[in-house]
């Protein structure tokens, strides 16, 4: 799902797409979903959309 | 006919803003330009005779009997037909016209039955009525001439009967059929004393007839009758109240005998509907009485062990405690629920409540998730608010009308005939659709472009129409100037000005020829006044959401938004989704859409509620069945909805309620999901309940008992007991109540209450100080968010592709006489005209797979199989196949896929790849009525 998001962000700068996830995650994902995203991203780093990555870092900041 | 006789004036009103003074039998009188002789003298509160006119209808001067006599003018004119001049004096009741309407009279009794005792319109006939009101004494021409006295009755209609014998030929069935219907299904064929009314010389079952009733409420005698009212007599008493099939909401007088109804007849005040009627509101209420009902509470303790009754309070405390000891073991966030699209705003109201305070999570959410939810999505990114911009009556200023991905004279059948209506007036239409709908090419209907698209490219086709604007010098500069946030304008222009978002550029993926695009693309932004008409062949995409803006971002552009005859309008399908939205029914919003991240809001509700309330998120409906699967969720209260059959991916659905420990249900019926219940509490049809339906234009209707709840209780009650059973108090001492608190929480419905609704029938939300009669068009001085923000909306297509294996698209959607998932109209006489979902498979595509019409075929995806009748049609296109998903039996989601919209879940219902194979076989234990489990021991 974050991947999804991440990739309709076709046409946005990075910046823009990292601004877009981190606020659909907060908006709309439970923390649970956010904590286990986070918990994947840390064990598997390179398999998610590094824009994603830098939304869950900033959502964990 | 009607119990309730509203006032009718006989010719429509006239919208001319001049007026002219006339004298009617003395009476001075002042109408607007163009109004009648007849309706000027109803206006003076004098009633001119009269059988062939109604106000519903044009004039059309056949039956002679509203002759008046007009100083300065020859002869005895027809009063209907007469346009009022300044200064006109008028004579109603003369002895010439008198004696000339006798006259009338005597060759219609002539010629028609005399057992008006044991007619079924005994006291409620028009025919009868005029005789009384002319003073006819005698019929000199005695009965044994000529007549039509054994002309035969047809029946065929499940639901009224056409008695010719009593037919005196005044056409107003016919030109209801044409006028307000829009079908043409009916005409007079012969001449003169042949003359008959004649549905295209077939039954009117076998007809084009789609049993509106439109024709029934238009008969002046018995010749046309519900078969209800021949059955059981007339009504004695009324109630009004709003239809709870589609997301139109008629409003809609229910005439009782006691507490027995005996028919539905649609109200001329409705604000929805004005008086029209489809068949499912008009006729198929008889799934409220049905004997599947369940009326009692039932409990088990595994879905394995058949069902026992219990009592409420065993239902509830056995409810209350499951939920409590799940949550000991599992946590606050191992329950949630799901709020009904069907129920009341007051009954979604307490559901969510009860959710978010009693059960302490934000794990909430509601059928529109499958739906429209990128619908409350897109609008309010770009325009602020979840809903749509106008009113129905709006179609009637449009120029150009978009459809896309709807199909109103199916789904919103009242509305497709007001859409119809201003078609045939003149109004040019694109329609956006791989199949090819109603409104593309009927009775003096024909779409000026229909662009066929492949399944899963809306974003490519409307991006390239904002090309076409961009790029041809079609963008309205002046509106956009005003009205729309410049950064997020010249960020869309820059992106939908580059070559790949070309007509050109995207015909190959489209299917879209591109000069036909950029035709419609330049009609579209010509208007003068343009809309758009939606419905879930936009949203039910991976990229719904994206749709959404990409229509609001081609509006904008275009202007078209803030006034009559344009806008975006979703067409919510089901009678109170928008409402349950409203509501507070998702996981991330309290009522009137406000994060619940919001600490302002949160305490307002906290107060008021005196509970701590979740400032995050709660689980989609998605997102809870995933972590049912996981093992994380179990418990799950579902307020009248059937996931099990509605939601896409059967599979997973079931797995996951098999999965929960308790799964309580609430509803009318043992649906699919109650087959993995361990609570089920009964509902209450639309007909027991007292409450508010909100429609797909924003409209608040009041929903009146017509009978005492069959179970007891009303369901909101129910919802408060189980709240304090939890350890939450919740009581209301009524309904009007829990909208009182809507209104106190909720800045959209701060001035709405029903003590309004009953004075002024209906309101528009926003309905505030500011807007104390409601809003019917949104927008109109500025956006709601401010400015409105364009979007970028590029297209990613669907990761669902077709391959060798399944080389075929599978979509879905709605037919006229069935309704989402079949509980109501299956069990009503509609099955009459479509007993099981069907598989529309194009001739070539047939062809090539041996496949004949009507036979069984096998419909694959890798997701799972299912079995339907082909029918074998040149309205889909080559590669695509449609079903509808009304039958459980038919299985239309053991082959949808787990894919849905990036930003919302709302599933990928309309583009599934799949491969159709003949099979012997049709499905096991073919039935057309849902399954219903024993309930005893």
């Known amino acids: 799902m974050a991947g999804q998001i991440a990739t309709n962000c076709v046409g946005l700068t990075d910046e823009q797409a990292v601004a877009r996830i981190t606020e659909h995650l907060r908006s709309f994902w439970t923390p649970a979903m956010i904590d286990e995203l986070s918990d994947f991203d840390r064990e598997h780093p390179g398999d998610l959309d590094p824009r994603v990555s830098t939304a869950l870092s900033r959502l964990a900041a | 006919m009607t119990l309730l006789h509203e006032p009718d004036y006989g010719t429509p009103a006239s919208t001319s803003p001049e007026s002219i003074d006339v004298v009617v ?102 025919l009868q009525d005029m005789a009384g009101v002319v003073g006819l004494r005698e019929v000199r021409y005695g009965y044994e001439g000529e007549n039509h006295l054994d002309g035969p009755t047809d029946s065929s209609n499940p639901y009224f009967s056409f008695d010719e014998s009593k037919c005196i030929v005044c056409s107003r069935c016919v030109r209801a059929c044409d006028e307000i219907q829009g079908t043409l ?3 007079i064929v012969g001449r003169g004393f042949d003359s008959k009314v004649s549905p295209g010389g077939r039954s009117f079952f076998d007809s084009e007839c789609v049993s509106c009733g439109a024709c029934v409420q238009a008969c002046p005698t018995a010749t046309l009758e519900e078969k209800s009212v021949i059955d059981l007599g007339m009504p004695t008493r009324t109630v009004q109240t709003t239809c709870a099939y589609c997301g139109v909401g008629c409003s809609f007088n229910a005439e009782l005998r006691g507490d027995e109804l005996v028919r539905m007849v649609p109200t001329k005040d409705g604000g929805a509907n004005e008086g029209h009627s489809c068949v499912k509101g008009r006729f198929a209420w008889g799934y409220a009485t049905h004997t599947d009902r369940v009326l009692t509470p039932l409990v088990r303790a595994s879905i394995d062990e058949p069902w026992r009754e219990a009592s409420w309070e065993e239902a509830i405390s056995y409810a209350a405690d499951r939920i409590r000891d799940i949550q000991s073991r599992h946590g606050v966030d191992s329950v949630g629920g799901i709020t009904s699209s069907r129920c009341t705003n007051e009954e979604v109201f307490v559901v969510q409540k009860m959710i978010r305070a009693a059960f302490g999570t934000n794990n909430v959410d509601t059928c529109a998730r499958v739906c429209h939810s990128p619908t409350g999505y897109g609008l309010k990114q770009t325009f602020g608010t979840s809903a749509g911009t106008q009113d129905f009556k709006s179609v009637a200023q449009a120029d150009v009308i978009m459809v896309i991905g709807a199909n109103p004279t199916d789904a919103h059948p009242v509305f497709g005939s007001r859409m119809k209506r201003r078609l045939r007036e003149g109004a040019r239409l694109i329609v956006v659709d791989p199949r090819r709908i109603d409104l593309v090419r009927s009775p003096h209907i024909e779409s000026d472009y229909h662009l066929q698209l492949q399944p899963g490219t809306n974003v490519a086709v409307v991006n390239a129409m904002g090309h076409v604007v961009a790029t041809e010098g079609l963008i309205h500069r002046d509106f956009v100037a005003d009205r729309c946030d410049p950064t997020t304008f010249a960020a869309w222009e820059e992106f939908i000005r580059q070559p790949e978002n070309s007509p050109e550029a995207v015909e190959a993926i489209t299917g879209v020829p591109a000069e036909e695009l950029r035709a419609a693309a330049r009609l579209y932004a010509a208007g003068p006044n343009a809309a758009i008409y939606y419905g879930l062949g936009v949203t039910e995409h991976s990229q719904g959401s994206t749709m959404v803006m990409a229509m609001a971002n081609l509006a904008m552009a275009t202007g078209n938004i803030g006034r009559d005859g344009v806008g975006v309008n979703p067409l919510r399908g089901q009678n109170n989704v928008q409402g349950s939205c409203d509501m507070g029914s998702f996981p991330h919003e309290f009522s009137g859409y406000r994060h619940v991240s919001d600490d302002a809001v949160r305490e307002q509700f906290e107060a008021l509620w005196g509970a701590e309330l979740r400032g995050d998120p709660g689980m989609r409906i998605p997102n809870m069945l995933d972590a049912a699967v996981m093992g994380e969720f179990k418990a799950l209260f579902v307020q009248g909805e059937d996931l099990a059959q509605s939601d896409p991916n059967t599979q997973h659905v079931q797995r996951a309620l098999e999965s929960m420990e308790l799964v309580i249900v609430q509803d009318l019926f043992l649906n699919e999901t109650a087959r993995y219940a361990h609570v089920f509490l009964p509902g209450t049809s639309f007909l027991e309940k007292d409450g508010t339906f909100t429609n797909a234009e924003r409209r608040i209707n009041r929903v009146r008992p017509v009978m005492a709840s069959k179970t007891g209780k009303q369901e909101w009650e129910v919802t408060c007991d189980l709240a304090t059973a939890l350890g939450y108090p919740m009581h209301y001492d009524s309904s009007s109540q829990i909208m009182d608190e809507i209104a106190g929480l909720t800045p959209t419905f701060a001035g709405v209450s029903f003590s309004l609704l009953d004075e002024v029938g209906s309101v528009q939300w926003p309905c505030n100080a500011e807007h104390p009669l409601g809003t019917p068009i949104m927008h109109v001085e500025g956006f709601v968010r401010g400015k409105g923000a364009f979007q970028v909306t590029p297209f990613v297509p669907t990761d669902e592709r077709t391959t060798r294996r399944y080389p075929l698209v599978l979509t879905t959607g709605r037919i006229l006489s069935q309704y989402n998932v079949g509980a109501q109209t299956r069990r009503t006489a509609n099955v009459a005209w479509h007993d099981e979902d069907v598989l529309d498979i194009h001739e070539s595509d047939a062809e090539a797979r041996g496949i004949a019409d009507g036979s069984w075929v096998t419909i694959a995806s890798r997701v799972g199989t299912t079995v339907m009748r082909a029918n074998v049609t040149d309205r889909v296109p080559p590669g695509v196949v449609y079903t509808t998903f009304h039958f459980p039996d038919s299985g239309a989601n053991v082959i949808t896929t787990e894919y849905s919209d990036w930003a919302t879940n709302c599933p990928e219902y309309k583009v599934t790849a799949v491969e159709v194979t003949p099979t012997l076989r049709g499905p096991e234990a073919s039935t057309v009525v849902a399954g219903a489990e024993s309930v005893h021991a």
């Open chain 2, 185 to 187: 299904a009916l005409t």
């Open chain 2, 25 to 126: 039998d003395g009476i001075p009188v002042s109408v607007p330009v163009g109004t009648s002789v007849m309706r000027a003298a109803a206006e003076a509160g004098v009633g001119v005779p009269k059988l062939c006119a109604t106000d519903s209808l044009q004039p059309f001067g056949s039956c002679r009997l509203c002759l008046v006599e007009i100083d300065g003018k020859k002869g005895t004119p027809a009063s209907c037909t007469t346009p009022c001049e300044p200064g006109m004096v008028v004579r109603t009741q003369t002895p010439r016209v008198e004696e000339l309407r006798r006259n009338v009279m005597e060759l219609y009794i002539s010629d028609h039955p005399l057992d008006c005792l044991t007619c079924p319109a005994n006291g409620d006939c028009e």
